[in-house]
């Protein structure tokens, strides 16, 4: 069965700081990747999603992914994090109609 | 545009009692529809997803069921609630690519 394995669980990071959160999926077939945010509060949504082409994904607040097939990876990275970014951050990957998630990451960004 | 309706928000039951869960998805149609539990630590489990009425697929065996007797409707559903089965269950739906959540159902047994 599919997984996605996300690295750090929790981390901690003072503002201004760069962020990159670690990510890797199983399946050695055509994926669709996808990083979700749910703040404090609120549902999940998407930050951003890669389906094909250019292996840099940019997203909404500044986020971006790169896609690294030979390595499985879909890292998330921000240059410089603020404390409106705490939040748990969650990889997924689709494929045969399933969305799998990792265990999630919660970031904490100190003000 | 499209909107996703998750209730009850809150719901607290005893052992042994039965579950519903109902989730309708407004303004499109034929979606895929997912039912997921939150754990902390633990990511978001996939339980159920259908890919149209009366179509169920199950990923882990447990005391839980689905169902979709509509197109925009999918139901989680439990005959008898173990202390287990407490958690934050999320509804979500597929259309363009992406899944879009409701905004879950936080179930305690007791």
């Known amino acids: 069965a599919q997984s996605v394995s996300q690295h750090n669980h929790h981390v901690i990071l003072s503002e201004a700081a760069s962020l990159e959160l670690g990510c890797n999926y199983s399946?050695?077939?055509?994926?669709?990747l996808f990083w979700y945010v749910q703040y404090p509060g609120q549902h999940l949504q998407l930050l951003l999603k890669y389906f094909s082409g250019d292996p840099l994904v940019k997203g909404i607040k500044g986020f971006e992914a790169e896609f690294i097939k030979s390595k499985f990876s879909f890292n998330l990275r921000k240059p410089s994090v603020q404390w409106s970014d705490t939040a748990e951050y969650f990889c997924a990957e689709y494929n045969f109609n399933k969305f799998y998630f990792g265990s999630g990451t919660k970031l904490n960004v100190k003000p | 545009s499209q909107t996703i309706h998750q209730w009850p928000a809150t719901l607290v039951q005893p052992v042994g009692s039965p579950l519903s869960l109902e989730c309708t998805v407004e303004g499109t149609s034929n979606p895929n529809l997912y039912w997921y539990r939150q754990a902390a630590g633990r990511g978001l489990q996939l339980l159920f997803y259908s890919v149209g009425i009366g179509q169920i697929s199950s990923e882990v065996p447990q005391n839980l069921s689905a169902s979709r007797p509509q197109d925009r409707q999918f139901i989680l559903s439990s005959k008898k609630l173990l202390l287990s089965d407490s958690g934050f269950y999320l509804c979500?739906?597929?259309?363009?690519?992406?899944?879009?959540f409701g905004e879950g159902s936080r179930l305690t047994v007791l």
């Open positions: 979500a739906w597929k259309n363009t690519g992406e899944l879009f």
């Open positions: 399946y050695g077939g055509t994926v669709n």
